[in-house]
C-alpha cells in the first residue's frame, strides 16, 4: 500500500522505489512491540518470560544482541550487560590456561562465539555510522579493557605485568580481549578525523586508573597510531599538568611518589616508554617541537594548530617547560632523546625567549626547576660534554679582551646559567662524595646505592678529559674554576684511571708554571683518596711517549713540566717545606724509576725535546737501584747528547737565543754525566769510556780541533778531490790472493801514498773556529776531571778521605777512574796489541814497531784533545803506566823525526817540539820520569833537534830501566794519592848526564834553567 | 507525600525509585479523586522526584546517588509499564508532567535523558498511552526542549541502529498525535543550515511516506487543539507546515552544496538523489493547504488564524536570497545546473506562498508579499504570484522585467529557453504557472489559462 501510494506521487515513475523499498526493507528478525517487550523483560529478568526458565549466559547474551540491534534505548544496559559476558569469557580462558587444557572447552568455546556476534554487531554499527558509536564504544572498550586487565592481573595464567611482551601475547590470544581491543582500534581509527583528544584523554584516564596492568592496552594502541597518539599524549599530560598546579613537581625528582601527586604524568611516561622502542625518532620530534613552540612568540600561531591545541593557551605554553623535565626526569629514555639536541637549540634568541618565559613565574617554582635541571643534567647520558661546554660559554662573563665562541648573551641568561652551573658542581660535589660514603656506610643501602652509583653525566665525561683538561688550562676567568672543579670530581669518581689521565694531561698541556700549579692543585685533593697517582701518571706520560702521540712540542712541554716540578723540590727544600714538596719528590722519585725511557729522548731529532729532556735527566734524582743494562743506556746516550749538545752550541753560538739554550743544554749534560758518574762505578767507567771515544770518533774530532781522519791518522779525500792514481788495494789485494792484514808490514805504505806515485796530497781542512774548539776541549776536560774526581770510586777504595778535603783545592783525580780513561786512550790509538806489555824495550827495538808507531803520532796529529786526556791520566796515577805503549809509540817516532831532523832548532818543526815537551811533561806528572828528567821539556825549545834527541833518548833510556809498573806506587793517605818513591829505582845520575852536558853546552842560553835539574 | 523521604533513603537506588513511583500513582489518584482544580502536584513531592528518580545532587555533600545502565532500564521498563496500567488519561498526564515537566533546576537534564530514554523505548515496544503523554509534552514545553528530545529519537532510530525506522515509523498509526508532534519538532529542528543541520534520508522517507499516506496528519494537532489563544509561548507550531515549506524550498540549494562537498571529499558514496523526495513532500505539503479552507471554515476560523506566520516566512526568504548569491558566487562550471536548482526553490516558494493565500494558510497582502520578496532574484512564477490573479491592477508594480531592479541580480535573464520577452501585463488572463523546470526545461512556460483551475493534482 505504502509503496503504491509512492508511485502515485511520483510524476515520470521510479526514482522513488529504490528509496522506498528500503523503508520496507526491515531486519528479518524484526520482532512485533510486543515481542520485544517479552524480550526486554527477559533481558531484565534473565528468566524467559515464555517458558518461564532460566536464561543460560549465552541465550542472555543473544537476548542483549537481539536488544542491541532493535531497541535504541537499551543500549547502555546492554553494553553494561556484555562487560559480564566478556568478564566470564576472560575468566574460562584463564581458566583453562590454568588447568591446562585438561578442563572443559565447553564454557570458553560457547562465549567465544557469542563474542564473535557481539563484536560483529559492533564492528558494523561502528562503520555504518561511526560519529555516533564511535565515542559510545571506545569509552566501553577501554574502560572494560581497563576493568579486566586489572582484574584478572594477579591470576596465575597472567604473566606479571613488567613482561609487556607476554600479557601482549596473552591478552592477545584471549577472544574477548582481542575484540574489545579491535573495536577500539577501529573507534579511535574514526574518531581520530575530528576529536582526538577526547579518545586519547579516556585512553590516558584508564591507563592512570589501571596502571600497570592497562599497559599492553597502550603500548598496543600507541604502536598502532604512533604519530597521533605521541603528539595526544603529551599534549594531554601538558594539560593535565598544567591543572593539576606545578607545586608538586619537585618531588618526583626525590624519587619517594613517583608520579603519583600528578596521576597523568605518570602514563605519560610509560607510554611514551613504550612507543621509545619504535619510535624514539618521532617521540624526540615531538618533544623538541614542544619546547619551540612553547617558546615562539604568542599571537599569530601556526595556522595548522587547531583551536583546541596547547600552543593557544598562555599558560599551558607557560607549563611546557617545567612539564618536559618533569617527562624528562621520569624517564631516563625521554631524557636521553632529547638532551643531546637540545643544547643544540639553544642559541642566543631562544634563551632569551625562554628567560622571558621563566621571568612569570615564581621564585620557589624557579628553585625547583634549577633543582630538576640540575638533576637531569647530572643524570643524561649522553651529551654532557655538550651540554658541559654551553653552560660554560654561556656563564662565562662577556669580556671586552676575551670574546668568547658565542656572542655574549644577556646578562640575566648568564648570571642563571653561572647559578645553574654552580648548583650541579655542588649537586655533582654530592652525589661523588656521597658515593664514596654510601659503600661502607650503610650495608643495607649499598643494592640501592648501588644504581645511584653511576653518575652518567661524569660517566660520559671520562671521556673527554683530555678537551677538558685544555679548557681549564686556558685559565679564562671564572671557567677554569669551574672546570677544575668538575675535573677534580670527575677524577675522584672515575678513580685512578680517571685522575690519572687528568692529571697526565695537565702536565703534559701546561705551558707555564701558572698553568702547572693547575695539575699540582687537582693533585692536593686527591692525594687523599687515591694514593699513587703521581707514579701512575709518570708512568702514563711515559706510555704516551712510546705511543708517539704527542708532537715534539707537546713531548718538550711535558718534559720540561716534570723537570720543574722536580726543581720545586729543590727550591722548597730551600724554603719553607710546602705542600708541593712531598708532590715533588714523588714525581722525582717516579720519573727516576723511568729515566731510561725518558733518556731515549736526549736523542730525539728535535733539539728542544732533547734540551728538555736533559734538563729533566739532569734534575732527576738517580733511582737507588737500577739494572746495569738500563745504566749503560743511560750512560751512552747521555755521552752521545753531551757530544750533540757541543756541536749545537758551536752551531747555534751566533744565533743568540739559541746558542743561550745550547749552552745550558751543554751545562746540564755536564750536570748529568757528572752525577751519573758518581752514581756508581759501573756508570763512572762507562761514562769516561764512551767520552774518550766519543772525543776520538772521526763525527766529533772536529770539535776538538781535531782533523777528521779516520783511525789511520790520514784525512780522507773526497773523491773528486783525489787524482786518480790507478792504484787499487782491492786490485793488489786480489793479486795477491790473499785477505791478509798487511799492516806493519810493506806493503802498508799506502799510509803515505803509493809506491811511485809520490807522497799522499794532504787535503786541507777548513780551520775549526779556535774558540769554540777551546771551549769545547774545555768542557770535554771539565766533564772527564769532574767524573774521574766524583766520589763513585773513591767511596769504594778509600771512604777516609772526604773529611781531610781542601775545599780549595781541586778533587784529585781517582786512580781507578784516570786507568779506565787510560785503558781506553790505548785501545783507540794502538791499533793492535803486539808489543803492548808496559815495560820498555831498547830503543833500537822500535824498529819493529814503526808503523805502529806512525800510526800512533798521527793519532796525536789528528787529535789534540789526547795530549789534554793524557794529562788527566797522568794525574791520577799511576794510570798513566796504562798508556806506555802509547807514548812509547810516541817517543819513538819523535826520537825518528829528531834524529833526521836538518833544522837549524827545535823551534822549526812546531808540532814535534809542542808534542815532545807534552810527553815528557805527561809523564813527569804520571810520575813515569823522576822530577829531574819530567822537567827537560822546558828547555826542548831552546835546543837543536839532535839535542833534543838527546834528551828524548835519556827518558827512553831511563823508562827503559826503570818500567813503567804501577805497582811501584804506593798510596799516601796524608796526600790521598798514589805517589812513586824514585829513590828505590836505581841511580836517576847517570840518566842526567847527558842534561847536564846539553845545559853545560847552552849554558849562555838555559842557565837559568840549570837549578831545575839539580839532583 | 513528603514523609516518605526517610523510608526511601536507606533503599538501593531502584526499588527507591519503585516505591516512589508506586507512591506518586496513589498520591495523583487522590489528587484527581479529590476533585480539586485544578490538580496540582506540590513542590515536595517534585523533589522527591527529582531526588529518588531522577538523582539530582540534593546536596553537596551526600555522595552522588546513580543508577547503572541496568537498573536504568529496569526503572523505565516500570515505568513503561505504571503508564500502561493507568487506566485513567488524567492520573497519566499529571503523573508525566510530575516526572518530566521542566522546573528550571539542574535536575532538567537528566530529566531529559530519562525522557529520550523512555519515549524511545516506547516507541520500541510500543505503549501508546506514554506517547500521548510525550505529544502532550512536546505541546506545552519549549521548543529548544521539543527538538532535543525529536534528536534523541532520530539519533536513536535514524542514525545509530540500523534497521529500526521501521519501528519509528509505525507510530503513525499508534499514536498519530505524537506523531504530528514529532514531524513538526523535527521540522524545526532541522533548518538546513548545514550538514549538521539536514534531515536524515531515513527520517525524510519516512516523513514523506506518512504524508502520502495520510496528509492529515499534520494537522492533527491543530484539530484537536481547541484555540483557547492559552498556547504557551515559543512552544512548536500548530503544525509543521512551516517548517516543511522550508524544507522544500531550501532542499535544492542545500543538497546541492552537500554533494559537491562530498564530492570535494573524494567520498562519492552512491547516495540515493533525494530531489523526487522532496518534490513528493511539496506535493503533499501544498495538498494540506488544500484542505485547510473546509477546516477552517467548519472551526470559523478562515481569515482569522494564519498557520503561516510572516516572520518564518521572511526569515526563510532572505535565507533563500543569501543561498543563491552564494550558490552565484562559488559555481561558474556547472552554471545551468546551478540555475535550474534555482529556480526550482523560487518555483517551489511561489508555489507555497500562493497555494497557502488561497487556502487561506496565510493572511497577507501582496504587498507583504513584495518586501518580503523583494531580494529574490527573477523568477516568472513568483512575479506573477506577487503580481496577484487581478489584471486590473496597476502595472506600475509590475514593470517589465528588461526594467526591473532585480534583473541585474538574476543571473536567469540569459536562460535560453525562457523568453527574454517580458511578460504582458496587457494580457492578465496568462497567468503562467510554470511547473518543474527541471523536469521540463523544454516547456517552460506554459500558460495557463486564468479560468483554469491549478494542476495541484497530476492528471491520472
Known amino acids: ?1015 | 507525600m513528603g514523609d516518605i523521604r526517610q523510608s526511601l533513603l536507606p533503599r538501593d537506588v531502584l526499588s527507591a525509585a519503585k516505591e516512589l513511583l508506586y507512591h506518586l500513582d496513589i498520591y495523583i489518584c487522590n489528587l484527581v479523586q479529590s476533585g480539586r482544580q485544578p490538580p496540582q502536584v506540590d513542590t515536595k513531592t517534585l523533589e522527591l522526584v527529582e531526588e529518588f528518580i531522577l538523582h539530582a545532587p540534593k546536596d553537596r555533600n551526600a555522595p552522588p546517588r546513580r543508577m547503572n545502565a541496568l537498573q536504568e532500564l529496569q526503572l523505565l521498563e516500570i515505568m513503561c509499564s505504571c503508564f500502561q496500567e493507568q487506566s485513567r488519561d488524567t492520573v497519566r498526564q499529571l503523573m508525566f508532567s510530575a516526572l518530566f515537566s521542566l522546573q528550571g533546576n539542574q535536575a532538567d537534564e537528566s530529566r531529559m535523558a530519562l525522557l529520550g530514554k523512555l519515549v524511545s523505548m516506547a516507541i520500541a515496544v510500543g505503549r501508546v498511552p506514554i506517547l500521548e503523554c510525550a505529544a502532550t509534552w512536546l505541546q506545552r514545553t519549549h521548543r529548544v526542549y521539543c527538538v532535543r528530545l525529536a534528536r534523541v529519537l532520530v539519533d536513536d532510530y535514524c542514525s545509530l541502529v540500523p534497521g529500526s525506522v521501521s519501528t519509528l515509523y509505525n507510530i503513525q498509526s499508534s499514536s498519530p498525535r505524537f506523531c504530528c508532534q514529532f514531524i513538526t519538532a523535527v521540522a524545526t529542528l532541522y533548518d538546513l543550515t548545514s550538514e549538521e543541520l539536514t534531515p536524515p534520508l531515513e527520517l525524510l522517507q519516512m516523513i514523506v511516506s506518512w504524508l502520502q499516506d495520510d496528509p492529515r496528519l499534520v494537522l492533527i494537532t491543530f484539530l484537536n487543539t481547541p484555540l483557547s489563544g492559552s498556547q504557551p509561548i515559543s512552544s512548536l507550531d500548530l503544525t509543521p507546515l512551516g517548517g516543511l515549506v522550508r524544507w522544500c524550498v531550501k532542499a535544492p540549494l542545500a543538497y546541492r552544496r552537500d554533494k559537491k562537498q562530498s564530492l570535494t571529499n573524494g567520498s562519492s558514496e552512491c547516495e540515493p538523489d533525494v530531489g523526487p523526495l522532496f518534490s513528493a513532500l511539496h506535493l503533499s505539503v501544498l495538498q494540506v493547504f488544500m484542505l485547510l479552507p473546509n477546516i477552517l471554515n467548519e472551526k470559523g476560523l478562515f481569515g482569522r488564524l494564519a498557520l503561516l506566520q510572516m516572520e518564518p516566512l521572511a526569515a526563510l526568504t532572505s535565507d533563500l536570497s543569501r543561498l543563491l548569491d552564494q550558490a552565484d558566487k562559488h559555481t561558474h562550471s556547472s552554471s545551468t545546473d546551478t540555475h535550474a536548482l534555482s529556480q526550482l526553490a523560487l518555483d517551489r516558494l511561489a508555489q507555497a506562498l500562493q497555494v497557502a493565500m488561497a487556502n487561506g494558510a496565510l493572511l497577507c497582502s501582496r504587498e507583504d508579499l513584495r518586501a518580503i520578496c523583494s531580494r529574490l532574484p527573477h523568477n516568472n512564477l513568483l512575479q506573477l504570484v506577487m503580481s496577484g490573479p487581478v489584471m486590473y491592477f496597476n502595472n506600475i508594480h509590475t514593470p517589465p522585467l528588461a526594467f526591473s531592479p532585480h534583473a541585474s541580480h538574476s543571473p536567469i535573464t540569459t536562460h535560453p529557453t525562457h523568453p527574454t520577452h517580458p511578460t504582458h501585463p496587457t494580457h492578465p488572463t496568462h497567468t503562467p504557472l510554470a511547473s518543474h523546470p527541471s523536469s521540463h526545461p523544454q516547456y517552460p512556460a506554459q500558460p495557463f489559462l486564468s479560468g483554469m483551475p491549478f494542476p495541484f493534482r497530476p492528471s491520472h
Open chain 1, 1 to 1015: 500500500m505504502l509503496k503504491d501510494q509512492a508511485m502515485s506521487v511520483v510524476f515520470d515513475g521510479n526514482p522513488l522505489k529504490a528509496m522506498q523499498s528500503s523503508h520496507t526493507h526491515t531486519p528479518q528478525n524484526a520482532l512485533s512491540t510486543q515481542e520485544l517487550y517479552q524480550e526486554i523483560k527477559s533481558f531484565i529478568s534473565g528468566v524467559d518470560t515464555v517458558q518461564g526458565r532460566k536464561l543460560s549466559v549465552r541465550e542472555h547474551a543473544r537476548c542483549a544482541v537481539r536488544l542491541l540491534r532493535s531497541v535504541p534505548a537499551c543500549r547502555g544496559a546492554v553494553l553494561e550487560h556484555l562487560r559480564g559476558v566478556y568478564d566470564e569469557h576472560v575468566s574460562a580462558f584463564l581458566h583453562s590456561l590454568e588447568t591446562e587444557g585438561e578442563a572443559s572447552t565447553g564454557v570458553g568455546s560457547n562465549l567465544e562465539d557469542i563474542i564473535q556476534e557481539v563484536h560483529g554487531v559492533l564492528s558494523e554499527f561502528i562503520r555504518l555510522n561511526p560519529r555516533a558509536w564511535a565515542p559510545l564504544v571506545s569509552a566501553w572498550a577501554v574502560d572494560l579493557l581497563g576493568q579486566l586487565s586489572s582484574k584478572h592481573a594477579g591470576r596465575r595464567a597472567a604473566p606479571h605485568s613488567s613482561s609487556l611482551n607476554e600479557l601482549l601475547q596473552l591478552w592477545m590470544s584471549c577472544a574477548a580481549t582481542r575484540s574489545l581491543m579491535e573495536a577500539y582500534s577501529q573507534c579511535l581509527a574514526a574518531m581520530l578525523a575530528w576529536c582526538p583528544d577526547a579518545c586519547v584523554d579516556a585512553l590516558l584516564d584508564t591507563s592512570v586508573q589501571h596502571s600497570p596492568h592497562f599497559d599492553w592496552v597502550v603500548a598496543h594502541i600507541g604502536s598502532a597510531f604512533p604519530g597521533t597518539i605521541i603528539s595526544r599524549v603529551l599534549a594531554c599530560g601538558l594539560k593535565d599538568f598544567c591543572s593539576h598546579g606545578t607545586k608538586d613537581q619537585g618531588l618526583g625528582v626525590m624519587g619517594g611518589d613517583k608520579g603519583s601527586r600528578v596521576p597523568k604524568i605518570g602514563s605519560v611516561v610509560g607510554i611514551l616508554g613504550h612507543l621509545a622502542a619504535h619510535h624514539s625518532d618521532s617521540i624526540r620530534r615531538e618533544l623538541l617541537r614542544m619546547f619551540q613552540e612553547s617558546l615562539s612568540p604568542s599571537g599569530p600561531l601556526s595556522p595548522s594548530s587547531s583551536s583546541s591545541s596547547w600552543e593557544s593557551s598562555p599558560q599551558l605554553r607557560r607549563a611546557a617547560v617545567p612539564f618536559l623535565l618533569q617527562l624528562a626526569a621520569l624517564s631516563p629514555n625521554l631524557l636521553g632523546a632529547v638532551s643531546a639536541e637540545l643544547v643544540e637549540l639553544l642559541r642566543p634568541p631562544v634563551l632569551l625567549q625562554l628567560q622571558a618565559l621563566l621571568q612569570g613565574l615564581p621564585r620557589e617554582e624557579l628553585d625547583n626547576m634549577l633543582g630538576l635541571a640540575v638533576h637531569l643534567i647530572s643524570q643524561s647520558p649522553a651529551g654532557g660534554a655538550r651540554v658541559l661546554r654551553f653552560l660554560a660559554d654561556t656563564a662565562t662573563p662577556a669580556s671586552v679582551i676575551i670574546s668568547g665562541p658565542t656572542p655574549s648573551p644577556h646578562e640575566g641568561v648568564r648570571e642563571a646559567c653561572d647559578r645553574l652551573l654552580q648548583m650541579l658542581l655542588l649537586h655533582l660535589h654530592k652525589l661523588v662524595y656521597n658515593r664514596l660514603d654510601g659503600g661502607e656506610g650503610n650495608p643495607h643501602h649499598s643494592a640501592l646505592s648501588q644504581s645511584q652509583r653511576v653518575i652518567p653525566f661524569l660517566e660520559e665525561l671520562q671521556a673527554h678529559v683530555g678537551e677538558l683538561c685544555a679548557e681549564t688550562l686556558r685559565l679564562e676567568r671564572k671557567r677554569h674554576l669551574w672546570l677544575h672543579q668538575l675535573l677534580c670530581l670527575l677524577s675522584v669518581y672515575g678513580g685512578p684511571s680517571v685522575a690519572t689521565e687528568a692529571l697526565c694531561q695537565l702536565l703534559t698541556q701546561a705551558r707555564n708554571p701558572e698553568e702547572l700549579a693547575l695539575a699540582w692543585q687537582l693533585h692536593t685533593p686527591l692525594s687523599a683518596c687515591l694514593p699513587g697517582l703521581i707514579p701512575a701518571a709518570v708512568a702514563r706520560c711515559v706510555a704516551q711517549i712510546h705511543t708517539h702521540t704527542l708532537g715534539p712540542r707537546q713531548l718538550r712541554q711535558l718534559l720540561l713540566n716534570l723537570a720543574a716540578a722536580i726543581q720545586s723540590q729543590d727550591e722548597e727544600r730551600r724554603g719553607a717545606a710546602g705542600t708541593q714538596s712531598s708532590m715533588a719528590v714523588q714525581v722525582g722519585s717516579a720519573v727516576s724509576g723511568h729515566l731510561h725511557d725518558f733518556c731515549l729522548l736526549l736523542l730525539h731529532g728535535d733539539p728542544a725535546v732533547s734540551h728538555a729532556a736533559v734538563r729533566l735527566l739532569s734534575s732527576s734524582p738517580l733511582p737507588r737501584t737500577c739494572s746495569p743494562a738500563h745504566l749503560l743506556l743511560l750512560s751512552r746516550t747521555a755521552v752521545t747528547h753531551f757530544f750533540l749538545a757541543l756541536r749545537r752550541r758551536g752551531e747555534g753560538g751566533k744565533v743568540g737565543r739559541d746558542g743561550g739554550q745550547a749552552g745550558e743544554a751543554v751545562n746540564c749534560s755536564v750536570l748529568l754525566l757528572s752525577r751519573l758518574g758518581a752514581y756508581s762505578p759501573l756508570t763512572l767507567k762507562s761514562v769516561l769510556q764512551q767520552l774518550v771515544e766519543g772525543a776520538l770518533h772521526k763525527g766529533n774530532a772536529d770539535l776538538f780541533g781535531g782533523q777528521i781522519a779516520d783511525m789511520a791518522g790520514d784525512p780522507p779525500l773526497s773523491p773528486s778531490m783525489s787524482p786518480d792514481l790507478g792504484a787499487s788495494l782491492l786490485d793488489i789485494n786480489c793479486r795477491f790472493g790473499t785477505t791478509v792484514n798487511f799492516s806493519g808490514s810493506v806493503w802498508s805504505v799506502f799510509h803515505a801514498g803509493v809506491i811511485g806515485k809520490g807522497l799522499k796530497v794532504r787535503a786541507a781542512r777548513p780551520l775549526a773556529d779556535p774558540a769554540g774548539v777551546i771551549q769545547n776541549v774545555q768542557t770535554l776536560l771539565a766533564v772527564t776531571v769532574q767524573c774521574c774526581s766524583s766520589s763513585g770510586l773513591n767511596g769504594t777504595m778509600n771512604g777516609s778521605r772526604h773529611p781531610q778535603t781542601d775545599p780549595d783545592e781541586p778533587l784529585p783525580i781517582n786512580a781507578e777512574a784516570a786507568k779506565v780513561i787510560a785503558v781506553t786512550l790505548v785501545e783507540n790509538i794502538c791499533p793492535d796489541v803486539a808489543n803492548g806489555e808496559l815495560s820498555w824495550p831498547p830503543e833500537e827495538h822500535a824498529r819493529t814497531t814503526v808503523e805502529r808507531d806512525i800510526h800512533i803520532r798521527r793519532c796525536f796529529e789528528a787529535h789534540p784533545i789526547l795530549f789534554p786526556l793524557l794529562h788527566v791520566v797522568a794525574a791520577g796515577r799511576p794510570a798513566l803506566c796504562y798508556c806506555s805503549a802509547v807514548l812509547r809509540g810516541l817517543l819513538a817516532t819523535l826520537l825518528v823525526h829528531w834524529e833526521a831532523s836538518r833544522e837549524g832548532l827545535a823551534t822549526d818543526s812546531p808540532w814535534h817540539l809542542q808534542a815532545s815537551c807534552l810527553l815528557v811533561s805527561c809523564m813527569g806528572e804520571g810520575q813515569l820520569l823522576p822530577p829531574v828528567l819530567g822537567n827537560v821539556h822546558e828547555v826542548f825549545p831552546y835546543l837543536t833537534p839532535f839535542e833534543v834527541r838527546l834528551l828524548l833518548l835519556a827518558v827512553w833510556e831511563y823508562v827503559r830501566g826503570n818500567g813503567p809498573m804501577p805497582q811501584k806506587f804506593v798510596f799516601s793517605s796524608e796526600k790521598g794519592l798514589f805517589c812513586r818513591d824514585f829513590s828505590r829505582d836505581g841511580d836517576v845520575a847517570r840518566y842526567v848526564a847527558p842534561i847536564h852536558s846539553v845545559l853545560h853546552k847552552n849554558i849562555d842560553r838555559l842557565g837559568h834553567l840549570c837549578w831545575r835539574f839539580q839532583l
